[in-house]
DNA sequence: AGAAGTACCGGAAGGGCTTCCGCTTAATTT
DNA sequence: AAATTAAGCGGAAGCCCTTCCGGTACTTCT
């Protein structure tokens, strides 16, 4: 059912983008600024052949940790099922967050989905596992019910864009901590209170 | 008191340095990604010379919003003593949205200091201006006791990365909001709530 | 006024991202 | 096997930010 219009992909060019990828795999893990200049120079092609694979440095990178991220979105999913609506959010926001330093795929994924680049294919996900989880903690009443899984999203990204440092993992449990209580149910105030 | 050490700013230099803040200030009013070149070629210098003024495009922008930056930063204390802590730190977050969307010193004081780059002589201030808010909202029990104003900060910085578009203002209220209650004091839980 | 000293100027140059387009060559047709 | 066609290639070129440094021209001293 695959549509393939005219001619099937041409062997170089896939073996191209194969090889693209192989390297820049590499050189981003060694560094993560490395230039594309520098990666078409390592994977043997010209800049236009490797922007014609992937027109973009962060289409480049979103590519790369394509998988890690499928695996981040499915574990929403599963923490959903399995959990407390507050541990699943929780937890879940913590591998983001441990993710996000590692690896930087995510912040990338943002940044050009915030930014109006990049198609939805890869910012949609995200919003949608976000979305399950905020949807358990509503139907349980431990979270707000009027959530918009974007304005959570944007909230998360705050958690990669911590300055590096000893105290960094702390910082991140902090504003972890913050978000979700932003994101809970508040408890109507005892009556009488002052207003 | 002022450490002039050896011969006072020569005037061409100073001249120089007024035009190109004069040249950028329309510049970046009209486009705000302006190149540095442009804005030189603009004041008829070359860019060595807008680059010796200003190390940096962030530090021409911060330099340029200085004025603005230091009006948010006294409306903090002033809020801070005229109005109740919850109501003061919602006002200034609003303000602070508000221009940061405008224009973007602020954006880029945040974006700056938080990648390391630039001295404290932008970020503290707004660091202390958010911690006399914090305090305040503290003292009187209405926000938590151990809040970080960093983490504030970096949470706002949110606020103006949300992307234009008709709706940007709704969801800069919503954030607002969650962001909000995140700080506020939690209620104890009624006794006998299921844990 | 003239000379000396140096703060300051200007723009070439290096490195980056991305676009463009003439040429190459794999895939397909005859 | 030869011819045809267009997918794909490569790198020059445009624009950006920033650095560097030889030359200029304010200031100051005599």
Redesign the pocket.
Known sequence: MTASS????????LS?RARILAVAGDAFAASSNT????IAKQA??????L???F????ALIVELYHHEIQKVIDLAHTLAAELPPLDALRRWFEEVAHYGKLKYGFSEVIHAATNGGLDDKNYEPFVRAIAVLLDAGAASGDLKRDLDAEDVLLQLSVLWRIPPGEDAATRATRLLNLILDGLRARPAPPPGSPG
Chains 1, 2 share one sequence.
């Open positions: 005219s001619r099937a992909r041409r062997t170089d060019a191209n230039s594309m200049t520098t043997g092609v010209g800049v236009g052949t922007y014609r694979h027109p973009t440095r962060e």
